[in-house]
């Protein structure tokens, strides 16, 4: 059984960071994709960045440039650093794992685990 446990959420200002940090337990696979959603209220859960065991990143445009996904085997651990924050940042940000590949990389329909979700607030 694979959980996902997030951290790092938190309210900013616009144009501040904050890291979310998706702590991982439980084995996913050999191959596996990982990676971090959101869903602000009234909208469809939207792919913000992805990353597969080749270390190979996808990111949704909205974020290219100010969001940077990295991950560290060692700790079991994924992260995602969010630089220049705008107001429409403001989600639940979930984590999300999955052992398949070749399905859509961003679509979070292929997704088999989720964490709990940490909201994000940015105020301008």
């Known amino acids: 059984q694979v959980q996902l446990v997030e951290f790092g959420g938190g309210s900013v200002q616009a144009g501040g960071s904050l890291r979310l940090s998706c702590e991982v337990y439980?084995?996913?696979?050999?191959?596996?994709?990982m990676g971090w959603f959101r869903q602000a209220p009234g909208k469809e859960r939207e792919g913000v960045a992805v990353i597969d065991s080749d270390g190979d990143t996808t990111y949704t445009d909205s974020v290219k440039g100010r969001f940077t996904l990295s991950q560290d085997n060692r700790k079991n651990t994924l992260y995602l650093r969010m630089n220049t924050l705008r107001p429409e940042d403001t989600a639940m940000y979930y984590c999300a794992a999955d052992y398949r590949l070749g399905l859509p990389r961003l679509w979070a329909g292929r997704f088999s685990y989720w964490g709990q979700g940490t909201q994000v607030t940015i105020s301008s």
């Open positions: 439980g084995y996913i696979g050999s191959t596996y994709l």
